[in-house]
């Protein structure tokens, strides 16, 4: 990813900058009934096993309540 932008500097004084991109995601995990229209959605930051297992638990709770 290419970072275009200004610096202010003296002039004729090169810029010297650092610049470190941060890549931030967002999940979202969904599920939708099709018989009633029904749906559950989680927002989170990251993608592993144990997140998807306390997904699938939120879900029942949130059904079976």
Known sequence: MT???NYL???GVKPIVT???IFKTTYLY???SPING????WEINGV???IF???LK???DAFNS
């Open 53 to 55: 297992e306390q997904y």
């Open 3 to 5: 970072h275009l932008g």
């Open 19 to 21: 610049y470190r991109h």
């Open 9 to 11: 500097t003296a002039s």
């Open 38 to 41: 029904d749906s559950f959605v």
């Open 30 to 32: 969904g599920s939708f």
């Open 48 to 50: 592993d096993t144990t």
């Open 58 to 60: 939120a879900f029942n």
